[in-house]
């Protein structure tokens, strides 16, 4: 088992930053990712990393502007989110995945309750 929340979330303008962070409890070395579900929209693939950290992939969306890391003294998986835009409001949610880092919200067994951006235009 693991507990996984998720901090950092906020109102910002758009191309400004937010460092958004997830700490994870109990079993904590987890393949771990990060998603987000706007207003009226689905579950939408941001970022995930595998346990040791050295293997990361992207949504097209944010690539080059987003960057996912991890410290795994500290239990905690960081979402870097740069030059912001509108579109990318939404609620950002930790997951962990004990099989494999993947894009697929399917592969992930345990969630965080989400934390809220918004972007201003």
């Known amino acids: 088992q693991v507990q996984l929340v998720e901090s950092g979330g906020g109102l910002v303008q758009a191309g400004g930053s937010l460092r958004l962070s997830c700490a994870a409890s109990?079993?904590?070395?987890?393949?771990m990712a990060w998603f987000r579900q706007a207003p009226g929209k689905g579950r939408e693939f941001v970022a995930a990393?595998?346990?040791?950290?050295?293997?990361?992939i992207y949504a097209d969306s944010v690539k080059g502007r987003f960057t996912i890391s991890r410290e795994n003294a500290k239990n905690t998986v960081y979402l870097q989110l740069n030059s912001l835009k509108p579109e990318d409001t939404a609620v950002y949610y930790c997951?962990?995945?004990?099989?494999?880092?993947?894009?697929?919200?399917?592969?992930?067994?345990?969630w965080g309750q989400g934390t809220q951006v918004t972007v201003s235009s």
């Open positions: 109990g079993r904590t070395l987890y393949n």
């Open positions: 990393i595998n346990w040791r950290g050295g293997n990361t």
């Open positions: 997951a962990a995945a004990p099989r494999a880092a993947s894009s697929d919200s399917l592969e992930y067994d345990y």
